[in-house]
Structure formats: C-alpha cells, structure tokens
C-alpha cells in the first residue's frame, strides 16, 4: 500500500516535467503515469534531459548525495520495492505447502568470522519491525505456543572493551552508562549526563557509527559516507578523519589493540578469537599491483574478526546450552532459528515466561565463557509475533 502511496507521489512531483499527459478513464485522477518509475531508460531521461541533474547513473549512492525531491522520492519508492521483493513476495514462494512453514537452512562454517549463513530463505535479512514494514510480524508460533525472542546487549562493544582492555570503556559499561553519550561526551569535551541523548542528540548520532565503523576497519571516507547515511548531512574525508583521531583519543587502548590485531595478520597469516577460531588469509605478493588494496583489506578483515568471531563462538554456545536444557528437562520447546546474536524458540504457552529466564541466563552463561572484564546482558521478549 504505501510503496503504491509514494509511487503516486513521485508521479505527482514529474508530471510538470512532461508536456502532455494521455489521458486514462479509468484513472481516479484522469491522468495516466507521466514515466515507468522502474524503466532505467526513462529515469535517465527524466533526471539528464528533463531535470538538468548531469546523474551518471540512478543508483542508490549517486541519488543520496542528490537534493532534488524527485531524487530523493525515487529513493524512498525504492526502499518499499525491496522491502516488498526481498521479504514479501519472495519469500511467500518459499512457504512449504505441506507445513505452512519456512524451512531455511544454516550453515555453520559458511562464514569467514563464524557466524551463521542462512539461505532458502535468508531470515536473516528479515528487517526488524518498523511501522512501515513490520515483516517480523508475519513470524507467527503454532496455536498455544508463544514466541521466545532473546538477543545480546550491545555485544560486539562488550567484547571491544574486554579484549582492548580500555578503562574509560570498561568502567562506562559496568557502571550501565550510555555507552554512544558517554563516548560523545569524550570527544566533544561535553559532561556526560543521563538526560545526554536529550541535550546533544547530533552528537550521540555522530559517536554510534564510528565505534561500530572502526570495529569493521572503517576509514575517513568510509565514516563520512556511513555519518551522512545516519544523519542525512553531508560530511567531508577530512571529517571523517578528525573524528576517528578523536574516537582513539578518547579509547587509546581501542586504538592500540586494533592496530595489533591488523599487523598481527600481516605478519602471522591469520588471526585469531579468545576460543581459538583461526581465520586465514592470502598475503600478496610485493609485486602484485592491488598489494597495498589486498594488504588493507586483511587489516580491515583482522580487526573484526576477534569481535564478530568472539560473538558468533558465544552464540552458538548459547544454542549448546540450550539444546541440553531441553533435553535434561523435557521441555516443550523448540529453537526454530537465530539471527547473528539473536535466539528464537517456540514454547508452550504456560512455559514462555519461564523459559525466557532459561534463555537469557544460557546465552549470558555462554558470553561470560569470553568476556570476563564487563558483564554479559541477554533480554527477552515473549510475543505471539518474531518481535524484539
């Protein structure tokens, strides 16, 4: 309905552009569409020769540094189209008529850091819900079981913390602070305060992806593309570079141990999580022309695998534990699927609230294998609906 609403809408915005209009009876408005929204040749038309915009391409990069409304409309009708073919129609072809359920298959050594891969259909490209787009609402148990859905807080930043070893991080997550308003108040020489979030929501919304970024090896260019995407302003290279000095100034300890983990693989080959998962790697030859590129890309590679390794070793823990519990004790429950560090199982009603506390308490219990410096959080959420 709404991808329909806003198709409309982008009719609206370039009808002006065209002369003349055929005329449609069956139309409630009368007037049949001025372009096909989805023909390339046509768009090309009407943003080169029409709205005098010089685009090279309409792709989703080129359209977001664009102000023009009609950019910026095409994007947000492009959005609900790959909502709709991705999780809509595309995976009601995989319902399995015998079941009425989705049957995906995991992986688990599909993935160079760990972590489970999901085909047939990928559930975990499953958006979280959204009042747009609310897909996990389509996630339903079997009449008299609820749904038992229980992630990581903030994982992947516990897990910076305990192997970097960092003080000011380790201190602000065990005393339950903000952790993106904390980080702000460093590097913006502000007070941090509870009401943070309040009184600097910029700054907060500039501190969330570096910390993130850096974990994936991001640099300068990388953080400005991914801050405009989070704040839709417009931020330079140079930008992008200050904050990172101030982000490693404000975690030095960060800064040092991602460094070591990005020269570590150059000299050893591989790198390593605290469970002993090894990921390899293909040094290049000095006389290869992409060396420097290949080089970069290992150090990128070396400095989230511990992380994102450490993460994914700790849920697939959880999931052990949990499949014992429901062995030892009969319960009536079943794991049906897991999404990074999120865990789902179907329960018997009169079971759900109960076993929410058993899930949460195994997957913390499977944390605390490898994080020992900050505490492990689980939360759970009992619904009728995949919702967390």
Known sequence: MQRKVIASEFQELVRPYFKTNQMDMFSSNGMADSININSQVQLMDLFNNRLNLGLAATGEWILSTTDHPVAKKLLEYRKYEKLISAFGEGLLEKVNRKTGRLHPDFQQLRTATGRFACSNPNLQQIPRNQVEAPFRECFTPEPGYKLVTADYSNMEMRILADLSGDTKMINAIKEGLDIHSYTAALMFNKEYTTDFRKKYPELRQISKPIGFGLMYGMGPSGLAQSLEMETGKHFTKEQGAEYIDKYFSSYPSVKKFLEKMA????????????????????????????????????????????????????????????????????????????????????????????????????????????????????????????EH
């Not at 009536?332 to 560090?341: C, E, G, L, P, Y």
């Not at 179907?346 to 900050?374: C, H, P, S, Y």
């Open 263 to 386: 020269n570590d693989a150059i000299k050893k080959g591989w790198s390593t999580t605290p469970a002993g998962r090894k990921r390899w790697y293909d040094k290049p030859d000095k006389t290869d022309p992409d060396y420097n590129r290949k080089l970069s890309a290992i150090q990128r590679q070396a400095k989230n695998h511990p992380i994102q390794g450490t993460n994914a070793d700790a849920t697939k823990y959880a999931l052990v534990f949990l499949a014992e519990r429901i062995k030892k004790e009969g319960a009536d429950v079943k794991i049906t699927h897991t999404v990074h560090d999120e865990i789902v199982c179907e329960v018997r009603n009169d079971q759900a609230e109960d076993w929410a506390k058993v899930q949460t308490g195994e997957m913390i219990r499977a944390g605390e294998l490898f994080i020992k410096r900050v505490p492990v959080e689980s939360q759970a959420f009992v619904g009728d609906v995949w």
